[in-house]
């Protein structure tokens, strides 16, 4: 018996992805001369990603609270995780 088998974890998020997402998308629009081919997006996603604190929830309150918070270093933690990973993919793309 396994953990998967046993509970639905499909309830819990990472909202620090989600933040991760919206931020990498307003910067990719944002930025000129920038690959925006599917390798280096999610070069891009999985290097802001490693770089951010988690941020977990699994319930609705929890999601609730999370889209209302008003703490800024986390955003802010988020945005220069998002703008130093366009700036190492950007220097170092996974592609010819």
């Given at each position: 018996?396994?953990l998967?088998?046993?509970y639905?974890f499909?309830g819990?998020?990472?909202d620090s992805?989600?933040?991760v997402?919206?931020?990498?998308e307003s910067?990719i629009?944002?930025?000129t001369?920038?690959?925006t081919?599917q390798?280096?997006v999610?070069?891009?996603?999985a290097?802001a990603?490693?770089?951010?604190?988690?941020?977990?929830?699994v319930?609705?309150?929890?999601?609730?609270?999370?889209?209302t918070s008003?703490a800024?270093e986390?955003?802010q933690d988020?945005?220069r995780?998002?703008?130093?990973?366009?700036?190492?993919?950007?220097?170092n793309?996974s592609?010819d």
């Amino acid at each position: 018996m396994s953990l998967r088998e046993d509970y639905d974890f499909d309830g819990l998020v990472n909202d620090s992805e989600r933040l991760v997402l919206e931020e990498l998308e307003s910067q990719i629009r944002a930025a000129t001369d920038l690959c925006t081919c599917q390798d280096c997006v999610l070069d891009m996603a999985a290097y802001a990603l490693n770089n951010t604190r988690p941020a977990y929830r699994v319930s609705l309150m929890g999601s609730v609270y999370a889209r209302t918070s008003t703490a800024t270093e986390p955003l802010q933690d988020v945005k220069r995780a998002v703008h130093d990973a366009i700036l190492r993919v950007k220097a170092n793309p996974s592609h010819d």
